[in-house]
């Protein structure tokens, strides 16, 4: 199941990882995101123990959806020490977004 994070928690669970994480950043009323949902979840159990795999919901948490410059969603930032590292925006194949984790291992 994909970690939800939100505006207090992001800097523990996201920024001081010490594994590779994805942020998907979504919301309720959009029809991508709602494609792009099983996808992440899937992501987080095939993944497990190797990368962490989150959820932020934009309209909850607009703070960090304002400081990483997220204008469309869904988006999905990957992180690695701290750092986003690669971008995806809009939906996609498992397979894409599986190779650019794959590629932060």
């Known amino acids: ?5 939100t ?12 594994k590779p994480v ?10 991508p995101c709602r494609m792009v949902g099983p996808v992440v979840k899937e992501l987080a159990d095939d ?4 990368a ?10 607009p703070a960090t959806s304002v ?3 997220i204008r469309n969603i869904p988006t999905i930032l990957f992180f690695k020490n701290g750092e986003v590292v690669d971008k995806q925006v ?3 194949p498992k ?5 650019k984790l794959d590629a932060l291992m």
């Open 90 to 92: 809009g939906a996609v």
């Open 67 to 69: 400081k990483f410059g």
């Open 47 to 50: 993944y497990g123990d190797k």
């Open 52 to 61: 962490v795999v989150t959820k932020m919901d934009v309209d909850s948490n």
């Open 1 to 5: 199941m994909a970690i939800e994070v």
């Open 22 to 31: 994805l942020v998907d950043f979504w919301a309720e009323w959009c029809g």
């Open 7 to 18: 505006d207090a928690n992001f800097e523990e669970i996201v920024l001081k990882s010490d």
């Open 95 to 99: 397979t894409i977004l599986a190779s």
